[in-house]
């Protein structure tokens, strides 16, 4: 089975860090790029952050809202993508998901998401 | 950024009645367009892509289609499951943006 777990979220302090985690199995983790998508409470999707398969140079794309703050990266040998969330704001608080990006026509879509992990962001 | 806009924002309507749900992108995204479904506490789930393909499992009530600019997604005759928020998502520029969602409640 396809799957997609979340890990590392919880209550952390505005400026401080946190290191998410996105566990995968099912698939050969290393021939997809990755994504992370976040919703505020009550809110809609917002896009984070990808990463290609290192066949593409696992080069990455980040959200202007977390560019420089955020950095996506993966550890194919033991199937794990990673958001390291530096610098954290009030408004980062949501859960994340990540999801698995399938190349279609020269463009990624998502197609498997993980159950998400909620990040709040308080004093 | 593209922005993606979505109505009606809610929709009512009855089980087996067909839900018709609208899609528009700023600026032309060629057919890399998805439509994902959410349930309350759950993740979004994909329903279609390139703007018409559904996705592996999903019912074929559920279809998608463009005309013109506006990317629709059509369910043909609604169950009790399928009441849920939906969302359109473009993925042909970065930053990927998502639409803001349709209610389709009872």
């Known amino acids: 089975e396809v799957q997609l777990v979340e890990s590392g979220g919880g209550l952390v302090q505005p400026g401080r860090s946190l290191r998410l985690s996105c566990t995968a199995s099912g698939f050969t983790f290393g021939d997809y790029a990755m994504t992370w998508v976040r919703q505020a409470p009550g809110k809609g999707l917002e896009w984070v952050s990808f990463i290609r398969s290192k066949s593409y140079g696992a080069t990455t794309e980040y959200a202007a809202s977390v560019k420089g703050r955020f950095t996506i990266s993966r550890d194919d040998f033991n199937t794990i993508a990673y958001l390291q969330m530096n610098g954290l704001k009030t408004e980062d608080t949501a859960v994340y998901y990540c999801?698995?990006?399938?190349?279609?026509?020269?463009?990624?879509?998502?197609?498997?998401w993980g159950q998400g992990t909620l990040v709040t962001v308080s004093s | 950024e593209v922005v993606m806009t979505q109505s009606p924002a809610t929709l009512s309507v009855s089980p087996g009645e067909r839900a018709t749900l609208s899609c528009r992108a700023s600026q032309s995204v060629s057919n890399n367009l998805a439509w994902f479904q959410q349930k309350p506490g759950q993740a979004p789930r994909l329903l279609i892509y390139?703007?018409?393909t559904r996705a592996t499992g999903i019912p074929d009530r559920f279809s998608g289609s463009v005309s013109g600019t506006e990317f629709i997604l059509t369910i043909s005759s609604l169950q009790s499951e399928d009441f849920a928020v939906y969302y359109c998502q473009q993925y042909h520029y970065w930053p990927r943006t998502f639409g803001q969602g349709t209610n389709l409640e009872i």
């Open positions: 999801a698995r990006g399938l190349l279609g026509n020269s463009h990624y879509y998502f197609d498997i």
């Open positions: 390139d703007a018409s």
